[in-house]
C-alpha cells in the first residue's frame, strides 16, 4: 500500500511539473513583453538616445549611442508614424545565433506604418543578471 501512495504521488508530481514550468515560462514572457511594449513606446516616439539608453547590456555593447541614433532614424523616418501594431508570436528562448547564451524572448509584431502597410517588427528582450529584462535586439523586415 506505501508503495502505490508513494508512486501515486511521484505521479501527481511529474504532471504538476509541466504545468509549473510553464506557467513559470508564461510569466516570464509577460514580463520581456512589458519590457519590450515600453521599449518600443520610446522609439516609436522618437526617443532613439533614451531608448538606447534603457537597452540591454549585450545591445549597448553591440552598437554604440550615436550609431543606434543615426541608424534607427534613417531606418524609422522613412515609414512614418506606427498606424497598428498587433502582438503575431512570443517565443522563449536560451539560444539564438550570434548572441551568448541566456533568456530570450523573441516578440514578432505584425506592424503598419503610415508608409509602409505591412512589416515584421521583432524585439527581442534578454534577462539581465539583476533579473529584470531589457531589449537585446531589434528588427524591421
Do not use: H
Amino acid at each position: 500500500m506505501k508503495t502505490i501512495l508513494a508512486l501515486s504521488a511521484a505521479a501527481l508530481l511529474t504532471f504538476n511539473t509541466p504545468s509549473f514550468a510553464a506557467d513559470q515560462q508564461t510569466e516570464l514572457i509577460n514580463q520581456a513583453q512589458s519590457a519590450a511594449t515600453a521599449w518600443i513606446a520610446l522609439t516609436d516616439a522618437g526617443k532613439y538616445g533614451e531608448s538606447w539608453e534603457r537597452a540591454g547590456t549585450f545591445f549597448k555593447t553591440g552598437i554604440p549611442k550615436n550609431t543606434w541614433e543615426t541608424g534607427i532614424r534613417s531606418l524609422r523616418t522613412p515609414l512614418g508614424s506606427v498606424k497598428n501594431r498587433e502582438l503575431k508570436s512570443t517565443e522563449y528562448a536560451t539560444s539564438l545565433p550570434g548572441a551568448p547564451d541566456g533568456e530570450y524572448v523573441v516578440i514578432q509584431y505584425e506592424t503598419q506604418f503610415e508608409n509602409k502597410k505591412a512589416a515584421v517588427e521583432t524585439v527581442t528582450p534578454m534577462r539581465e543578471k539583476d533579473g529584470s529584462w531589457k531589449v537585446s535586439g531589434y528588427f524591421i523586415r
